[in-house]
C-alpha cells in the first residue's frame, strides 16, 4: 500500500491496513487518524511515537497469535507472509537447529509466559538462537522491556516494507 493509497483511504481500512505490523489497535488509530503524511519518514516518526509505550496487556495481546521462532506461520494472509519471510534465516531442514529452537521456545514460555519474540529479518538461525539462550538469563523486567522493543521493531520494519508496495 503506496503512501498514497495510504493517506487516502477511509479510516476502517487504513487501520486494517496496518495490522499485520502489529495488532494493536490504539497503534493503528493513531496512525490513521494522523494522516495525511507528506513521507514514509514522517509515518514512521509517528509510529514510534504511538508504539511508545505498548502496555503489558498491548504486549500480551499481540503476542497471542504469533507463531514460535522456527515454526512456519500458516495461511496466506499478510501477517502470516510477512513472519514466514522474516524468518528466512531459519532453514526448516536443519533438524538440529530446528530442535534446539523448539527446546529454547518451549524453555522460554515456562519462563516468561508468553512465546519468545524477537525481529527475525536480517537474523541467520544461529543468531535467533544464540538471543534466545542469553534471554533465557534475564529476569521478567528485563525480558518486558526486550520483548516491549522488539515488537515496536517488528512494527516499523513491517510498517515500512508496506508503505513501499
Known amino acids: 500500500m503506496l503512501l498514497?493509497?495510504?493517506n487516502g483511504a477511509?479510516?476502517?481500512?487504513a487501520i486494517a491496513a496496518l495490522r499485520p505490523c502489529v495488532d494493536i489497535g490504539r497503534w493503528g488509530e493513531a496512525l490513521a487518524d494522523g494522516r495525511p503524511y507528506a513521507?514514509?519518514?514522517?509515518?514512521v516518526v509517528a509510529a514510534e511515537?504511538?508504539?511508545?509505550?505498548?502496555?503489558?496487556?498491548?504486549?500480551?495481546?499481540a503476542l497471542a497469535h504469533h507463531p514460535r521462532i522456527g515454526d512456519r506461520?500458516?495461511?496466506d494472509h499478510r501477517e502470516a507472509a510477512l513472519s514466514r519471510a522474516e524468518q528466512s534465516g531459519v532453514d526448516p531442514s536443519d533438524a538440529e537447529v530446528q530442535a534446539a529452537l523448539a527446546s529454547g521456545n518451549l524453555e522460554y514460555?515456562?519462563?516468561?509466559?508468553?512465546?519468545?519474540?524477537?525481529?527475525?529479518?536480517?537474523?541467520?538461525?544461529?543468531e535467533i538462537l544464540a538471543a534466545l539462550n542469553?534471554?533465557?538469563?534475564?529476569?521478567?523486567e528485563e525480558e518486558d522491556e526486550i520483548v516491549a522493543e522488539q515488537l515496536r521493531e517488528i512494527a516499523i520494519l513491517r510498517l515500512k516494507g508496506i508503505l513501499a508496495e
Open 10 to 13: 477511509d479510516r476502517r481500512e
Open 73 to 75: 506461520a500458516r495461511g
Open 39 to 43: 513521507s514514509v519518514d514522517e509515518v
Open 49 to 61: 511515537v504511538a508504539a511508545r509505550p505498548f502496555s503489558a496487556a498491548e504486549i500480551e495481546a
Open 4 to 6: 498514497e493509497v495510504f
Open 134 to 140: 542469553e534471554r533465557l538469563g534475564h529476569t521478567p
Open 109 to 126: 514460555e515456562r519462563r516468561f509466559g508468553r512465546v519468545f519474540l524477537i525481529r527475525a529479518a536480517g537474523r541467520s538461525a544461529g
